[in-house]
């Protein structure tokens, strides 16, 4: 059974950070591009980051880059999402998903459950 659980959410303060992690389980870890989406109140799922499987490649949406960094570590089977110089737009429910990005925010995407991350002060 595939899963992927997510942890390292919480509030932190507008210019803070955090960091996010990912298990994964269920399938070979590093033959598959693996990705940060999350979903805002009342809004849909929205593509983060993406790595590829070798850790070689990486990709973020425009708004994300330079405060965030993806990375993995596939001898953990581990994803991570470094954010740095959150804004309150950054609030939102993080997943981490495996595929391409479009599989990653599709209606069938493979997900954990999420974690939330509360940007306020």
């Known amino acids: 059974e595939v899963q992927l659980v997510e942890s390292g959410g919480g509030l932190v303060q507008p210019g803070g950070s955090l960091r996010l992690s990912c298990v994964a389980s269920?399938?070979?870890?590093?033959?598959?591009?693996m990705n940060w989406v999350r979903q805002a109140p009342g809004k849909g799922l929205e593509w983060v980051s993406s790595?590829?499987?070798?850790?070689?490649?990486?990709y973020y949406a425009e708004s994300m880059k330079g405060r965030f960094t993806i990375s993995r570590d596939n001898g953990k089977n581990t994803l991570y999402l470094q954010m740095s110089s959150l804004k309150s737009d950054d609030t939102a429910v993080y997943y981490c998903?495996?595929?391409?990005?479009?599989?990653?925010?599709?209606?069938?995407?493979?997900r954990g459950q999420g974690t939330q991350v509360t940007v306020s002060s």
């Open positions: 998903a495996r595929g391409s990005p479009a599989q990653a925010i599709s209606q069938r995407g493979i």
């Open positions: 790595v590829s499987g070798n850790g070689a490649n990486t």
């Open positions: 269920g399938f070979t870890f590093d033959d598959y591009t």
